[in-house]
């Protein structure tokens, strides 16, 4: 790896743009809850972003009727929101997520396949299963890809150069004990990111009603503490990954 250096005048903000970014979202409609606004602005600065999505999302119905036409609803909001986002999804369409060797074989290798210099992943305390499962599996992916050559590494090392976890609705960082986090600021794509949640994700509006208030209040909130009107917090995972690339 080279080094360039740079001087900062005080007024700089200066953004390092990772070439390629993967964000792991348990359901359909996670990626955006938590992390839209810095997908938005990274995938306008020129990052390559994949977002990868565990399940199909067939828990989210409110009325018991709706159960057999979710799995449409959700496959043609996924597809919508990838051309929103411009960004590529990966289904991996696992109807549950219990952690298995399969699983953590199947991320370690995605991983080592697309490279990404940046890795954004729920928190391994979520209250949520799924999301909170698909954070270890994720961090035990990492872990393989950045220490060994199990489940097929030969000759296919990949360290990222930051791992992040994203705070959702089930997993507060303000109750994180000792939590270290930064904020991104997407003052200039919030607005972007509760349109595409409220004309996209349509089906979830019943189920949902309450997070993008949570996501909103939450955003100002996060925003306050970098001096703009709205921000998404990230707390870095340095154990295997040393952070060498900060979001801003």
């Not at 964000?23 to 955006?32: N, S, T």
């Not at 994949?50 to 409110?62: C, E, P």
């Not at 996209?200 to 996060?222: F, G, H, M, N, P």
Request: aromatic share 10%.
């Amino acid at each position: 790896m080279t080094e360039k250096q740079y001087l900062i005048c005080d007024e700089d903000l200066p953004i390092v743009v990772p070439k390629r970014m993967m964000v792991f979202a348990g359901h359909p409609d996670d990626e955006l809850i938590s992390c839209g606004g810095t997908i938005l602005k990274y995938q306008k600065l020129g990052c390559d972003i994949r977002v990868v999505v565990a399940t199909t999302g067939l828990g989210g119905y409110a009325i018991k009727e709706h159960k057999e036409t979710i799995l449409d609803q959700r496959e043609n909001e996924l597809k919508r929101v990838s051309e929103v986002l411009k960004c590529e999804f990966i289904e991996l369409g696992y109807s549950d997520l219990e952690i298995t060797r399969k699983k953590i074989s199947k991320i370690t290798n995605l991983i080592r396949n697309h490279q990404p210099q940046v890795i954004l992943i729920p928190h391994y305390t979520d209250f949520h299963r799924v999301h909170r499962n698909l954070s270890l599996i994720c961090r035990e992916a990492i872990y393989h890809c950045t220490t060994g050559k199990a489940y097929g590494g030969h000759e296919r090392s990949w360290s990222p150069l930051g791992v992040y976890y994203y705070e959702s609705p089930s997993c507060k960082f303000q109750y994180i004990e000792g939590s270290v986090f930064v904020v991104v600021d997407i003052e200039n794509y919030w607005e972007t990111k509760k349109e595409i949640f409220e004309h996209v994700y349509i089906s979830q509006k019943e189920v949902l009603e309450r997070v993008i208030d949570w996501a909103e209040d939450t955003a100002i909130l996060r925003g306050n503490e970098i001096n703009s009107k709205y921000g998404e917090a990230f707390i870095p995972e340095t154990t295997y990954t040393p952070l060498r690339i900060l979001l801003v």
